[in-house]
């Protein structure tokens, strides 16, 4: 059954470094997602994607977050300069039919900041 | 605007059935379901749409009241495998029909032997 990955599962990093998570989501998928959970709490919304672009973003993804689709199956999400707060999970999810559909959610990666 | 969900936690015995409630303060369009286990990621159980469609995994029943704004998951006959953390996720009515899902803060459910 197809799946999102993302790579790497657990990345620490300095406080003011700059990371990339990467995800590659299920091939015939065109809407693509970020979320966050820190450590113990909800899931929390960061940004949405289609064609080519942001369609949605929440007030988490200021100006440091940037995402991207580099070629037809990597999605990536780049922290510029960490911050001790941005320590969590983050999952990547897609869906084939966008809103009002399933998304299915990659296995995340755990950022560790210090 | 986050969506609420009742109970917290539940303990329950194999065989048992659970009730988890998702209520919004806005009206809604779609009612999303996950189970999350503890260090995994959240995997999709099922949607429910307003209008009725619904669609998900078999075992798994809910219900979507539009007027009350409010969505159930049913659990029942438990079994140890139904334990995990289970989300409600939001798409308000009127959003910007982006997939943005809002998630309540999660139903801890521990099914015991």
């Known amino acids: 059954e197809p799946e999102v990955t993302q790579t790497p599962s657990h990345q620490v990093t300095q406080m003011g470094q700059e990371v990339i998570l990467r995800c590659v989501p299920i091939?015939?998928?065109?809407?693509f997602y970020w979320y966050r959970q820190i450590l113990g709490q909800k899931v929390e919304f960061l940004v949405s994607f289609y064609n080519n672009e942001i369609s949605e973003k929440s007030e988490i993804f200021d100006d440091q977050f940037s995402v991207e689709r580099p070629d037809g199956s990597n999605f990536t999400l780049k922290i510029r300069s960490t911050k001790l707060e941005d320590s969590a999970m983050y999952f990547c999810?897609?869906?084939?039919?966008?809103?009002?559909?399933?998304?299915?959610f990659g296995p995340g990666t755990r950022l560790t900041v210090l | 605007q986050q969506p609420v969900q009742s109970p917290q936690a539940v303990i329950l015995r194999e065989g048992e059935d659970a009730v988890i409630n998702c209520s919004s303060s806005k009206a809604l369009y779609s009612v999303h379901w996950y189970r999350q286990k503890h260090g995994e990621a959240p995997v999709f159980l099922m949607i429910l749409l307003k209008g009725g469609e619904q669609k998900g995994h078999e075992k798994i029943s809910a219900s979507f009241n539009e007027k009350k704004q409010q969505s159930s998951l049913y659990l029942t006959a438990s079994q140890l495998s139904y334990s995990g953390t289970y989300f409600c996720?939001?798409?308000?009515?009127?959003?910007?029909?982006?997939?943005?899902?809002?998630f309540g803060q999660g139903t801890t459910l521990q099914v015991k032997p």
């Open positions: 999810a897609s869906s084939g039919r966008g809103p009002y559909n399933e998304q299915f």
């Open positions: 996720g939001t798409e308000p009515h009127g959003s910007s029909n982006t997939g943005k899902l809002i």
């Open positions: 091939s015939n998928h065109l809407y």
